[in-house]
């Protein structure tokens, strides 16, 4: 099962992306599931398909917050912290974070980078695709939609990620 959330604008400071529409209608061409955009896209939303989803799409604002460089996701309603995660419990085949810095976080000693990305690891996604720096909204919704019609063929995340992107630099 597959859940998607755009949230194609920030309520604090009101930044757009509007490319995340456009990413959110290459992958409805592709991926059957729910989809919740922008309003809709609320944190009791996202929480409850935390529980039941294989594979969770999220494409929205993402920063670091305070000296802990903590990560968060901006929903529609509110926003979404990396300690939210711990005590869920679900395990995703695949979370996708179409959003900048969610591999991102506090370094901390003995335990490496405590990011978004690890959050969703550690409490049992199979698997992560995640942002390491601020992402270019257009190229990630060009990429998207090949990304996952390749996916819902080959299974395979990396695959189907190295094809996508082969599909944006052609030969």
Known sequence: SFAGFFISFDSASQSSIPAVKKENVEIQAVMKGDYFSDEKAKL?????????????HISTHS?????????VLQLADNKFFLFELYGKNFSPQLVVLSACHTGQGLL?????IISLARGFTATG??????GLWDMNDETTATLMGPFYKELSSVKNPAYSFQQAKLTWFPK
């Open 63 to 71: 920063f670091l917050k305070g000296k802990e460089n903590m990560t």
């Open 125 to 130: 996604a199979a698997g992560i695709v995640a």
């Open 44 to 56: 009791l939303a996202f929480n409850k398909q935390l529980e039941k989803v294989n594979l969770l």
């Open 108 to 112: 901390a000693n003995g335990e490496g």
